[in-house]
């Protein structure tokens, strides 16, 4: 039980005994000689008070010493008190919500058995399906996204200034040279692109941060394409530039230790998007490309060929521009992967910024629709390498409007895909998908492009009642 536990017991127990006796906070305030704020603060968790106040307190309410400052609680309080020790209740950002621990606490103690067994009801679903406090943590910054509509104006500016302080912005793109250069100068680093270890836990990493006061190393896994290398040295930057303090040491991380991880983490990445793929250029390429009354993969594809950017890289960008700066706040971001000869389809990234349910893990071992044009693209992949093709010197690109079947809405999704460079016989699409409304019909003229397919699409094939469906993996 660490400080911050104490005081919330202490305010559940002197809540539940001042209105056992039926006292409002005015009543004990006047039998203690403590203010009613002050005895607020106490009953929200907030403070603990001094042994003089406590024996106040234990005076007042004519109760023993010994059992206010004790850690037992009464049967019916224990239910709480089980929360309140939980490490979802420790870990998670309440505060990026506005709220304190001890406000939601304060919702369940007015009847404590039934909001117990509610949350434990949660924690043991989390238990059986194997749900981790850090799935939490990831939640609540998704979460956070959806608040902000994934744009964070503060970290745009951040990265225009270092573009400008550094005579980026006269360059079509920003490679890894130059902020390798400046991550070395400026900040002492030694950057190595050395091969990381052939250990299974190391493999697949992208980099590995040694933390050193005199010289801080990055080694860069010389496997990455580029601008997956420009990222990794950019994101770096931004840990120094935000100065954010607690973070990942691995790329991607190997393990997860508190919020302020995961945020820090985010807003680092964040920033070297914004680096690598400046607003306001993308924004004016858009607007040209949204223009047109037909869809074109050669245009975009040249939107993209701009920057030094992965086609995860641009599609995540264009999640955080497209809200901001054209109003279409309606969409997702997707990111699977498939092994080639494989049945299945791994959803690895997820941002749902729409009301709609999208592919998502919905269900132990279920099978994504395989119609949504990322899952066409991996399958022609796949196709193509066992035939023995090698792959296509730049990234496939498919458009589709995604119709659900129930309830009715529309989508435009654009899918691109790609072999992994770390991982072996892998294949990964991304995909953005806008939500066919009013809005989007005013910002982007080739939405009814009758030339850009429609085809139903369901969540998984589990729970989908299409009837002879080619794609379908499982029965309904």
């Known amino acids: 039980m660490n400080p911050e536990n104490l005081r919330y017991i202490l305010g559940l127990k002197l809540r539940k005994l001042r209105q056992e006796r039926g006292y409002g906070l005015k009543e004990l305030s006047a039998l203690t000689g403590l203010s009613i704020s002050y005895l607020s603060e106490i009953e929200k968790g907030r403070k603990y008070p001094k042994p003089d106040k406590i024996l106040q307190l234990a005076e007042g309410l004519g109760v023993p010493f010994d059992d206010l400052v004790s850690l037992k609680v009464d049967e019916d309080l224990d239910p709480v008190k089980a929360i309140v020790s939980s490490n979802f209740i420790q870990g998670f950002p309440f505060q990026l919500f506005g709220l304190q621990p001890a406000d939601v606490l304060g919702l369940v103690t007015e009847v404590p058995n039934k909001a117990g067994a509610l949350v434990r009801t949660f924690l043991d679903i989390a238990r059986t399906y194997d749900v981790r406090v850090e799935h939490f943590l990831f939640a609540a910054l998704r979460s956070y996204q959806q608040m902000h509509s994934n744009h964070f104006e503060e970290l745009e500016r951040a990265a225009a200034a270092m573009m400008a302080e550094n005579d980026w912005n006269d360059a079509p793109t920003v490679t890894a040279a130059p902020i390798k250069a400046l991550l070395e100068s400026r900040f002492g680093y030694r950057v190595t692109f050395d091969p990381l270890p052939e250990h299974p836990s190391l493999h697949a990493l992208r980099a590995i941060h040694l933390e050193d006061r005199r010289r801080p190393t990055l080694i860069v896994n010389p496997r990455l394409l580029p601008a997956q290398q420009a990222f990794v040295l950019a994101r770096e930057l931004g840990y120094r530039v935000l100065d954010l303090k607690e973070r990942s040491f691995t790329s991607s991380a190997l393990r997860?230790?508190?919020?302020?991880?995961?945020?820090?983490?985010?807003?680092?990445?964040?920033?070297?998007?914004?680096?690598?793929?400046?607003?306001?250029?993308?924004?004016?390429?858009?607007?040209?490309?949204?223009?047109?009354?037909?869809?074109?993969?050669?245009?975009?594809?040249?939107?993209?060929?701009?920057?030094?950017?992965?086609p995860e890289m641009f599609f995540y960008r264009l999640s955080q521009l497209l809200p901001h700066r054209f109003g279409l706040k309606e969409?997702?971001?997707?990111?699977?992967?498939?092994?080639?000869?494989?049945?299945?389809?791994?959803?690895?990234?997820?941002?749902?910024?729409?009301?709609?349910?999208?592919?998502?893990?919905?269900?132990?071992?279920?099978?994504?629709?395989?119609?949504?044009?990322?899952?066409?693209?991996?399958?022609?992949?796949?196709?193509?390498?066992?035939?023995?093709?090698?792959?296509?010197?730049?990234?496939?690109?498919?458009?589709?409007?995604?119709?659900?079947?129930?309830?009715?809405?529309?989508?435009?999704?654009?899918?691109?895909?790609?072999?992994?460079?770390?991982?072996?016989?892998?294949?990964?699409?991304?995909?953005?998908?806008?939500?066919?409304?009013?809005?989007?019909?005013?910002?982007?003229?080739?939405?009814?492009?009758?030339?850009?397919?429609?085809?139903?699409?369901?969540?998984?094939?589990?729970?989908?009642?299409?009837?002879?469906?080619?794609?379908?993996a499982a029965d309904p």
């Not at 302020?260 to 793929?277: E, M, P, R, S, T």
């Not at 990111?335 to 592919?359: C, D």
């Not at 066919?436 to 139903?456: C, H």
């Open 256 to 310: 997860v230790t508190s919020f302020d991880q995961v945020i820090n983490d985010f807003k680092a990445a964040y920033f070297a998007g914004a680096l690598l793929i400046p607003q306001a250029g993308l924004s004016e390429a858009l607007r040209a490309f949204f223009a047109r009354t037909t869809w074109s993969s050669a245009a975009f594809h040249a939107i993209m060929a701009r920057y030094n950017a992965t």
């Open 331 to 472: 969409l997702f971001f997707l990111r699977f992967n498939h092994g080639v000869g494989g049945a299945r389809y791994l959803l690895t990234k997820i941002l749902n910024l729409s009301q709609m349910p999208i592919p998502h893990g919905i269900g132990l071992n279920e099978h994504h629709c395989r119609r949504w044009p990322g899952a066409e693209l991996l399958r022609e992949m796949d196709a193509a390498a066992v035939d023995g093709q090698p792959p296509e010197p730049s990234p496939s690109v498919a458009v589709q409007r995604s119709r659900f079947l129930h309830p009715d809405a529309e989508f435009l999704v654009v899918s691109m895909s790609r072999p992994l460079v770390l991982s072996a016989d892998t294949n990964a699409s991304v995909s953005l998908g806008i939500a066919i409304d009013d809005e989007s019909r005013r910002q982007i003229a080739f939405v009814g492009d009758p030339a850009v397919p429609t085809r139903e699409v369901n969540l998984t094939c589990e729970r989908c009642p299409l009837k002879d469906c080619a794609e379908r």
